[in-house]
């Protein structure tokens, strides 16, 4: 008898565990249910027109100054005077889509610094002609980054825009750049 009785003890605790964490699990879920999330953006609109304005003031380089298509605002904005000579004015942009253009505007590059950064990338041969003075660039597979590079080399200074916009989206900022700066 009193194995029996063991044998019913021990078979107890197991269930008892068992029934015990179905317990906690149905509670934690309950809990994950009812809890509210934040789904908006944690960045917050950056006013990139008087960053870009101190910038100019405080270097005498002319940055890039975009009119900004409707739903698109930045989130980024930043003057980085390089240690290797190469200076770079950085703007992120983002659309109503969650869509992303960095635009990283760099003074007296070099060959070096151009090939770090488009590391990865391929020349996109399916591209169509639109902005044909850029150079579209893909990623390889393998790589970690965004989708698409555009590259516009300049005396003195080069223009890459990466991110996930479309071509279309990309051509837009493309075209302010080159009719700010295409004479240059």
Known sequence: MSDSAAK???KQTVNNLLLSLLATSGLVLVLV???PRDDSSRHQPVDFAS???STEAATSNNVFTPTLPDEWWANAARWSPGTDGVDTWYLGLVGGQNQFVSVKQAFNYNATWLALETAGYL????????NP?????TKLEDVKGDPTIWVYELPNQVFILKG?????EFSTFANQIENEFGSD
């Open 33 to 35: 249910l009812i809890v």
């Open 164 to 168: 996930t916009a479309t071509a279309s």
């Open 123 to 130: 020349p996109d041969t399916a591209s169509s002609d639109s």
């Open 8 to 10: 019913h003890r021990a």
């Open 51 to 53: 960053v870009a304005s």
């Open 133 to 137: 003075k850029w150079l579209k660039l």
